[in-house]
């Protein structure tokens, strides 16, 4: 459900030339009211470039019913100032309107014009160029200084890295173009007047000083232009509402053949971490440093992935912390094993679904490491499981033992004791292993250290505990042979003929004769 808070605009670069204060936390939430936070890349974005009082604001507000700040007529000055932004209704496009240029306020300060053009082209897919007709063919107007400036930022934004996205496993990266001539009378044939921008484009690129490696790229290399026009909003005001809607059919109809937003316009950053990216970019600008549009993704990749990551392993680490505490008392767990496998696939399905959007290099880098750290939590709660396992197993064979003892059992119900240690503490070690845990999670040694154990227990039995047994088994002619294998998997099974013979496997510690245990 809409709320006001869903279509508000904000500012984002003031007109002092700073990104506004706590915008960044405040872009954040903003998103969120926006309802885009969760989007992914499933969004677009589009700016607005243009001389002041030239009408930006306005046509925006018609295409995407923002609710940008419109200019006062009966006063005409400055109405934008920096940098704004705000989401179009019905549409996941989020819309920057950018402070106009040629503006007496700055007078022959042209640094904020540089840096803006910078700015937008590294933050949208679709520059909406807005002129007048009357300005077509005037080479010394406003709009081709705009443009040059806007061709100088985007060599030095992608240079001859345009030619390989990053994220895109497609056509390069590029930028659309799309001239919106205002006040159109008609008179001139919007063909001629496409072609006489397009000439004067050509001729902006030529003369551009380009470094040595760039010589040979061509305006094509990097933009794609589009060429529309609009009717004059005051003396034809519903031919201008109708060309409007005819335009805005193209940032919502993806059927078109002329839809504005291509993937190859897209600059992959995730929703989450756009107001990272820009605070970041709009600092580099700002400073003059290095700017290049796959670093800057590498970057906000970093930033994100660590935040995504610290936030997966602190909901795990809060859910392994229960269980921590309880183990190091001894005390054993039960479903330990299925807790911590949904632990570990919790935190991962949480970083994949958010990380995943991101470089992918990085992605997987941070990946492993919350891994890394994951499995090591999980390791120290196996290990501890399996000693308190281990000791809470062999308390109850003692316990077991003790009473066959009194009530003078024979050997073969020691042996099914030996048997049920042995099988309870399997049962509980496979069912706290954990797959896929590096290294991997195994509980033969303790396995093996817990039938020592038991043999040390079985050797300090009295010798005549089975006498009595023994006598029967001699008077049916048979033998009971109590065996243990090579991990001393503990059996038992009679055989024809004689006294008790038999061996008890001790693993490395050698063998041992029943007799001396059972007789």
Not at 10 to 29: E, G, R, S, V
Not at 48 to 57: A, D, E, Y
Not at 433 to 455: A, F, K, M
Request: net charge neutral.
């Amino acid at each position: 459900m809409s709320t006001s808070a869903t279509f508000d605009r904000l500012q984002i670069i003031d007109d002092a030339k700073q990104f506004t204060y706590a915008c960044m936390p405040n872009l954040n939430n903003q998103i969120s009211a926006w309802d885009l936070r969760n989007a992914g890349t499933d969004y677009n974005l589009v700016a607005v470039l243009g001389s002041q009082s030239s009408g930006k604001s306005t046509l925006l507000n018609q295409l995407f019913d923002t609710k940008f700040e419109v200019m006062d007529r009966s006063k005409r000055q400055q109405t934008t100032k920096g940098v704004w932004m705000c989401r179009a209704q019905d549409m996941n496009v989020l819309v920057m309107d950018v402070e106009g240029t040629d503006g007496r306020e700055r007078g022959e300060d042209k640094e904020f014009e540089r840096k803006s053009a910078l700015f937008s082209l590294a933050s949208s897919e679709v520059l909406i160029v807005n002129l007048m007709e009357n300005q077509v063919g005037s080479y010394q107007g406003a709009n081709v200084e705009l443009l040059k400036t806007v061709f100088e930022a985007n060599l030095r934004l992608f240079g001859n890295k345009s030619r390989q996205s990053p994220n895109l496993s497609g056509p390069p990266q590029r930028t659309l173009l799309l001239f919106v001539i205002r006040d159109y009378t008609e008179t001139t044939p919007l063909t001629s007047l496409q072609e006489t921008l397009t000439t004067d484009l050509q001729l902006i690129w030529t003369k551009l000083s380009k470094a040595a490696e760039l010589q040979n790229q061509n305006l094509e290399d990097y933009f794609d232009l589009s060429f529309t026009a609009l009717s004059h909003k005051i003396f034809c005001k519903e031919k201008f509402e109708s060309d409007v809607q005819m335009l805005r059919a193209r940032f919502t109809d993806k059927s078109r053949n002329d839809f504005v937003f291509k993937p190859a316009y897209h600059k992959r950053i995730p929703a989450d971490g756009l107001a990272f990216y820009m605070m970041d970019t709009w600092e580099k600008v700002l400073t003059n440093k290095d700017l290049d549009l796959p670093t800057q993704q590498e970057l906000l990749a970093q930033f994100r992935c660590n935040e995504i990551s610290a936030e997966a392993l602190a909901e795990f680490n809060n859910q392994a912390e229960r269980q921590k505490q309880p183990i190091e008392e001894g005390k054993v767990i039960n479903g330990l094993g299925e807790m911590m496998r949904s632990w570990r696939s919790g935190a991962l399905a949480r970083y994949d679904h958010e990380a995943s959007r991101y470089h992918q290099g990085v992605y997987k880098q941070k990946r492993a490491d919350l891994v890394e750290r994951v499995d090591s939590t999980l390791s120290h709660l196996f290990w501890g499981q399996l000693n308190n396992l281990r000791r809470d197993v062999l308390a109850h064979f003692k316990v077991d033992v003790t009473g066959l003892v009194e009530n003078r059992l024979n050997s073969a119900e020691i042996v099914k004791a030996c048997q049920k240690a042995e099988t309870c503490f399997i049962g509980g070690a496979q069912e706290a292993i954990v797959t896929d845990v590096v290294p991997p999670l195994q509980w033969e040694e303790q396995l093996r250290l817990l039938q020592e154990d038991i043999h040390a227990v079985v050797d300090k039995l009295p010798k005549d505990v089975t006498k009595a047994e023994t006598e029967d088994r001699k008077k049916d002619g048979k033998k009971l042979i109590v065996s243990l294998g090579p991990l001393g998997a503990v059996g038992a099974r009679l055989s024809p003929g004689g006294s008790i013979t038999g061996r008890v496997g001790f693993g490395r510690k050698g063998r041992k004769s029943v007799a001396s245990m059972f007789s």
